[in-house]
């Protein structure tokens, strides 16, 4: 009996270990979304006239923000705390 039970450990930590590697390939692919949208959006900046750089300006910092919490979530960069993006990135 005592088998049984090992053998259903041993296959529920086989499927936990699944699902930490799918999230992992996920927030890796989200952070690198970010990243693109990062960069589409400094390219932005530089072509765009005065008017709508104060909008452009606030979505880097959105997407910075995003992506230290992201990077912070996967353990590629410091930080003590994972209280989510920074208020200095307001809101939508």
Known sequence: MGEVIRLEEIDRERR?????????AHLERAVAVLKENLAATAQELRDAPGAPQAELLGRIERFA?????????????PGYELGGPSTIAGPR
């Open 16 to 24: 936990r270990t699944r699902a930490r590697v799918a999230e992992r």
């Open 65 to 77: 923000a995003m992506i230290r919490y992201g990077l912070r979530m996967l353990g590629e960069a």
